[in-house]
């Protein structure tokens, strides 16, 4: 049955999913460019004194390499080819088996698709409402999250009416909540609270992780609806990874969290900065080996973490401060906004969601593409 337009959200519930979540607060950006460090009081930069020392700063490798494949700087929402398309701060991205991307475009409230072709198109949304329906039709609030299924069933964690939504075969409908609170059960029985990020486990039929952000836990949700109370996380989870051994980032504690254990007092290899607010992270094997690729909640950069060890792949990691910009090119030149998902095609390539620029960029880097190609 379709659900109309009546529900409300109050609009402290959708800052909060704007400001904390969407990490679109863009203002920022000028301090990549005109941050200067400041003087302690009472003391004046003449030639006789010394300028304190600049910012740490940590930049990507020169030989990975950085492409936006859809979208640019400016929000908009347009359907197109490359840059031709526009998203508006664009969120939680999941790849399915054919290399299509999908997309949680939050502040247009839909849910988008890029072709391997790198054409962008709208499959579900028609603006800001919490409706059930035809695709074309349907209505979502601040969608943040997105998981894809086997059978093509697009899961989407519906943010702003707190629920998580299905589109399969052209139709949007509702799998569980709709309201805002916490509670088991199934179906609109169930509650969340600002959900942020969904993700399937494997097997047959499998089951739905769901960062519960406002309940500080990690919800499971069968596939015909039934949601559980939940496993509690060390602090507000965003972002949430599936697997045999799920996985969720927790940034106001600063660490990744899950079935394995806890990953924390991550620092970058070169500078020793401290990865502080963990924003997203995506498990990966190279060479035999298990690592995460991860962003940082505060900083534009793509992070390869070993133990607890992150290589800058591409853009710039800085403290005090950030390199928040958005430019293509070598992972050393590159610089990204705050990126909002991580995705990984069958071919080794990075897809990052940038928030911040309204864009979705492809990094390439060469030893995870090899004999791949």
């Known amino acids: 049955m379709k659900r109309g337009l009546q529900r409300s959200v109050s609009p402290r519930a959708a800052a909060t999913v704007i400001l904390l979540v969407l990490a679109a607060v863009q203002a920022w950006w000028w301090r990549a460019f005109i941050w200067r460090p400041q003087l302690p009081s009472g003391v004046s930069a003449t030639p006789m004194t010394p300028m304190p020392p ?21 929000p908009g929402l347009a359907d197109g080819i490359g840059r031709d398309a526009r998203f508006d701060s664009p969120a939680g991205i999941a790849m399915d088996g054919a290399g299509n991307l999908y997309v949680a475009d939050s502040r247009n409230h839909r849910i988008r698709l890029v072709r391997p072709d790198n054409h962008t198109f709208t499959l579900a949304g028609a603006g800001e409402g919490y409706l059930d329906g035809p695709a074309s039709t349907a209505r979502f609030r601040f969608p943040c999250g997105v998981a894809v299924a086997e059978d093509g069933s697009v899961y989407v964690a519906d943010t702003g009416n707190h629920c998580v939504r299905v589109i399969r075969n052209g139709q949007v409908s509702t799998l569980a909540g709709g309201r805002q609170g916490y509670a088991a059960g199934s179906g609109s029985q169930a509650a969340f609270d600002t959900p942020l990020s969904v993700a399937l486990t494997p097997g047959s039929p499998g089951t739905l992780l769901v960062a519960d952000w406002g309940n500080s836990r990690i919800r499971r949700v069968s596939l015909d609806g039934q949601v559980d109370a939940g496993t509690p996380t060390p602090g507000r989870p965003v972002s949430v990874v599936g697997g045999s051994r799920w996985a969720v980032t927790v940034p106001d504690g600063g660490l990744v969290f899950g079935a394995w254990g806890t990953l924390k007092g991550i620092r970058t290899a070169v500078e020793g900065m401290a ?12 060479q035999g080996e298990t690592g995460w690729l991860m962003a940082d909640a505060d900083q534009g950069a793509v992070l390869l973490v070993h133990g607890t060890v992150a290589e800058v792949l591409a853009g710039g990691f800085q403290n005090p401060g950030n390199m928040l910009a958005w430019r293509d090119f070598s992972g050393e030149q590159a610089r ?34 090899q004999g791949k190609e």
């Open 275 to 286: 990865v502080a607010h963990p924003g997203v992270a995506l498990p990966i094997s190279i």
């Open 336 to 369: 990204f906004g705050r990126i909002g998902g991580l995705a990984l095609d069958g071919r080794g390539r990075i897809y990052v969601s940038d928030t911040d620029s309204n864009s979705i960029r492809r990094v390439t880097v060469p030893e995870l593409v």
């Open 54 to 74: 600049g910012p740490q700063i940590e930049q990507g490798r020169k030989d990975v390499e950085v492409e936006t494949i859809a979208g640019a700087v400016e």
